[in-house]
T-cell receptor, first 113, second 110 residues
Framework: EAGVTQSPTHLIKTRGQQATLRCSPISGHTSVYWYQQALGLGLQFLLWYDEGEERNRGNFPPRFSGRQFPNYSSELNVNALELEDSALYLC????????????FGQGTRLTVV | RKEVEQDPGPFNVPEGATVAFNCTYSNSASQSFFWYRQDCRKEPKLLMSVYSSGNEDGRFTAQLNRASQYISLLIRDSKLSDSATYLCVVTIGSNYKLTFGKGTLLTVNP
């Protein structure tokens, strides 16, 4: 069975541009979580989607946004990129609300230059 | 105060050693508790859930003390392959987001 898949693996953007990151959850999982892991800062919660709706949002500015599609895949958009947005962006999926065991994808490493 | 705090580490231990990781959480409404493992430049993977009664999985033992808001992970007979960053994770209330500690790096030396 396929795990959580993320694309692209690596992404290089210049300051001010927009980045779009994609995530496909494990088949049957309806919840998708996004985390940012910047160097030395640990995993910071960004967004949680379940059944197509945004359920929770971390302490990030509005230029971080996303959505979940009817097939439960998800997209994270980062507008007006700043140098400090450079990080590993991890997506995780779970069976849905009430199921806390989450499985992570391998991440997208975003570099802003 | 951070929601989840862990030993800063890093820990360097010889093969065969016993090593313990500690974690505290600030929100008494925390409901679920986990230890994840993250290898260098890889994604985090669930190591084990932590229950109030304590639980053991081979060389790994996890314990939870709700009164002290404290979680621990004990690794016995350390192997080289145990080298990784260990992440303490909690969920808070009905909010199912996983809140991570910063992690503790373990290096097991031959």
């Amino acid at each position: 069975e396929a795990g959580v898949t993320q694309s692209p693996t690596h992404l290089i953007k210049t300051r001010g541009q927009q980045a779009t990151l994609r995530c496909s959850p494990i088949s049957g999982h309806t919840s998708v979580y996004w985390y940012q892991q910047a160097l030395g800062l640990g995993l910071q919660f960004l967004l949680w989607y379940d059944e197509g709706e945004e359920r929770n949002r971390g302490n990030f500015p509005p230029r971080f946004s996303g959505r979940q599609f009817p097939n439960y895949s998800s997209e994270l958009n980062v507008n007006a990129l700043e140098l400090e947005d450079s990080a590993l962006y991890l997506c995780a999926s779970s069976l849905g609300e009430g199921y806390t065991e989450a499985f992570f994808g391998q991440g997208t490493r975003l570099t802003v230059v | 105060r951070k929601e989840v705090e862990q030993d800063p580490g890093p820990f360097n231990v010889p093969e065969g050693a016993t090593v313990a990781f500690n974690c505290t959480y600030s929100n008494s409404a925390s409901q679920s508790f986990f230890w994840y493992r993250q290898d260098c430049r890889k994604e985090p993977k669930l190591l084990m859930s932590v229950y109030s009664s304590g639980n053991e999985d081979g060389r790994f033992t996890a314990q939870l003390n709700r009164a002290s808001q404290y979680i621990s992970l004990l690794i016995r007979d350390s192997k080289l392959s145990d080298s990784a960053t260990y992440l303490c994770v909690v969920t808070i209330g009905s909010n199912y987001k996983l809140t991570f500690g910063k992690g503790t790096l373990l290096t097991v030396n031959p």
